[in-house]
Nanobody, 126 residues
Framework: QAQLVESGGGLVQAGGSLRLACVASGRTFSTSAMGWFRQAPGKEREITAAMSSYGTITYYPESVKGRFTISRDTAKNTLYLQMNSLKPEDTAVYYC???????????????????WGQGTQVTVSS
């Protein structure tokens, strides 16, 4: 299994931007579907962005569409989440996750991913 380590979280004012990174060791992203999830206090973990293992298909929920972008650098084995126009409701712990297997499928459910990072806190002030 891949070991995942997120970074890039922090405190930002509303309207600002952050870029999260998730570095993987072990299995590479080129053989895994990937996702970013977030969990706010008192709420369930929810999908924020997903990418197929081929990297050709992405998914965003309506809450972040047009503001967040998932991308990867296979040479660096790093997954990114660029977050622009941040809102206070984006405040949460953000997690990256992977699911081994090559396909054009992306996955949006927490249970679809066996590998998780430890999370990074994002706080957006109003």
């Amino acid at each position: 299994q891949a070991q995942l380590v997120e970074s890039g979280g922090g405190l930002v004012q509303a309207g600002g931007s952050l870029r999260l990174a998730c570095v993987a060791s072990g299995r590479t992203f080129s053989t895994s579907a990937m996702g970013w999830f977030r969990q706010a206090p008192g709420k369930e973990r929810e999908i924020t962005a997903a990418m197929s293992s081929y990297g050709t298909i992405t998914y965003y929920p309506e809450s972040v569409k047009g503001r967040f972008t998932i991308s990867r650098d296979t040479a660096k084995n790093t997954l990114y989440l660029q977050m622009n126009s941040l809102k206070p409701e984006d405040t949460a712990v953000y997690y990256c996750a992977t699911r081994f297997g090559r396909s054009n499928a992306y996955y949006t459910r927490e249970g679809d991913y066996p590998n998780w990072g430890q999370g990074t806190q994002v706080t957006v002030s109003s």
